[in-house]
């Protein structure tokens, strides 16, 4: 009798682990660690068009339009409104479509109410890597930071959208950086802001002094990003496919601890709403690329304030921009008359709220400012419930002022 119980313990233990294994084996070979960002909409059963836009100076943008949901709807104007999503620093537009389920995602939510979705991928991102004239491989092609992305990325991709659609203005959504480009882009009375139909910006970036994210804030003190160029890294990080497809997630789906705790160092110390079994996945596609000067420039942010790239002498600053020291961007440039609505995380350790206060202090048409208390830098986009607390809220106020 007690050969026969030990027989059967044995063989449950064995079971056991046999499933445990197979379940890590499963993890670490799931598909979706190699679809780009056109085969996730397609694996969700929605329809994707890739787009492409050429930049003043010669960079080439990918973006992918959702046009419909699973259901068309039929709207009261001949033309269905647009509303471009624009992803953050060394995110991608995959995250705007990366959930489990289609209620998760915000491309998703838009399109099924009944709006032609466009997803941008800003210059030097996995998916926006071309040059007219420089391969990824030339150092010339990396000489950009988020002042390009404003003034170059930026306005293509709403006039491109604007020739395709025949809509005359562009409903914005941002996050991070995103939100950033917006804010120094729409500038008051400009040709761009008159594109602009409502600003709704999530877990907006400006000036970013009270940043309390000790390993970015280390970074920034440390100088790593000229370190970093100096030895000729222009590109950060180097896009390595087996590292984004299988380490990176490996390591996550084995240890998920080292990534959660990573991740709260970075962006905030409440991981509640972050779907970790999902958190491989994400991280098979982020981080999504960006130029080393880039990552200068938002270290010189945290330090110095919200201004163009110092160039590090008076003689080429005043090359650059005819003064000796970069200028200001002045947030009351920004637009008086588009609608804006900030999302803000109360534990978000990039976007604090001494900065984001500061922000919102100086905006003119502000219709609404919610912050989420439990809420840090990157769960307006991977949050299992950010549907709830922010998405129904962005299609009450597009439905308020787009009338569809």
């Given at each position: 009798m007690k050969k026969i119980l030990f027989l059967i313990i044995l063989t449950l233990i064995f079971s056991v682990l046999l499933n445990s294994v197979q379940s890590e084996v499963n993890i670490l070979l799931d598909p979706d660690?190699?679809?780009?960002?056109?085969?996730?909409?397609?694996?969700?059963?929605?329809?994707?068009?890739?787009?492409?836009?050429?930049?003043?100076?010669?960079?080439?943008?990918?973006?992918?339009?959702?046009?419909?949901?699973?259901?068309?709807?039929?709207?009261?104007?001949?033309?269905?409104?647009?509303?471009?999503?624009?992803?953050?620093?060394?995110?991608?537009?995959?995250?705007?479509?990366?959930?489990?389920?289609?209620?998760?995602?915000?491309?998703?939510?838009?399109?099924?109410?009944?709006?032609?979705?466009?997803?941008?991928?800003?210059?030097?991102?996995?998916?926006?890597?071309?040059?007219?004239?420089?391969?990824?491989?030339?150092?010339?092609?990396?000489?950009?930071?988020?002042?390009?992305?404003s003034e170059f990325d930026l306005p293509s991709m709403i006039d491109y959208i604007i020739n395709v659609t025949g809509n005359v203005k562009v409903n914005y959504i941002g996050h991070s950086q995103g939100t950033a480009m917006g804010f120094i882009g729409f500038k008051e009375g400009s040709e761009l802001s008159n594109k602009i139909n409502t600003f709704f910006a999530l877990a907006p970036v400006a000036r970013i002094t009270h940043c309390k994210s000790p390993i970015l804030n280390l970074l920034a003190e440390m100088s790593i990003g000229e370190i970093i160029n100096l030895v000729g890294i222009k590109a950060f990080p180097m896009d390595i496919s087996s590292l984004r497809e299988l380490l990176l997630p490996s390591v996550c789906s084995i240890t998920p601890f080292a990534c959660t705790t990573t991740?709260?160092?970075?962006?905030?110390?409440?991981?509640?709403?972050?779907?970790?079994?999902?958190?491989?996945?994400?991280?098979?596609?982020?981080?999504?690329?960006?130029?080393?000067?880039?990552?200068?420039?938002?270290?010189?942010?945290?330090?110095n304030g919200f201004q163009k790239f110092d160039y590090g002498s008076e003689y080429e600053n005043f090359i650059h921009y005819s003064q000796s020291k970069p200028p200001h961007y002045n947030i009351t440039d920004y637009s008086k008359t588009i609608p804006t609505i900030i999302f803000t995380g109360g534990n978000d350790i990039?976007?604090?709220?001494?900065?984001?206060?500061?922000?919102?202090?100086?905006?003119?048409?502000?219709?609404?400012?919610?912050?989420?208390?439990?809420?840090?830098?990157?769960?307006?986009?991977?949050?299992?419930?950010?549907?709830?607390?922010?998405?129904?809220?962005?299609?009450?106020?597009?439905?308020?002022?787009?009338?569809?």
């Open positions: 660690f190699h679809l780009n960002i056109s085969q996730f909409i397609e694996k969700h059963n929605y329809p994707v068009e890739n787009h492409f836009t050429t930049t003043k100076d010669g960079y080439i943008i990918s973006l992918q339009r959702i046009p419909n949901g699973k259901i068309i709807k039929t709207t009261k104007k001949n033309t269905k409104p647009v509303v471009l999503l624009q992803h953050g620093l060394e995110d991608i537009g995959t995250s705007w479509v990366i959930q489990e389920n289609d209620y998760q995602s915000l491309g998703f939510i838009l399109a099924d109410e009944g709006y032609d979705v466009w997803i941008s991928n800003v210059r030097g991102t996995r998916y926006s890597n071309k040059h007219v004239k420089y391969t990824d491989n030339d150092e010339e092609y990396w000489n950009f930071s988020f002042d390009e992305m991740l709260e160092l970075l962006f905030g110390y409440d991981n509640s709403n972050l779907n970790q079994t999902r958190l491989p996945v994400i991280l098979s596609q982020v981080p999504g690329g960006t130029s080393t000067k880039n990552i200068i420039h938002w270290s010189q942010n945290y330090k990039l976007s604090t709220r001494e900065d984001s206060n500061w922000l919102i202090s100086q905006l003119k048409n502000l219709i609404l400012s919610k912050n989420i208390i439990n809420y840090n830098h990157t769960d307006f986009i991977w949050g299992t419930d950010a549907y709830k607390k922010i998405y129904n809220d962005i299609v009450k106020f597009l439905f308020k002022y787009n009338k569809i």
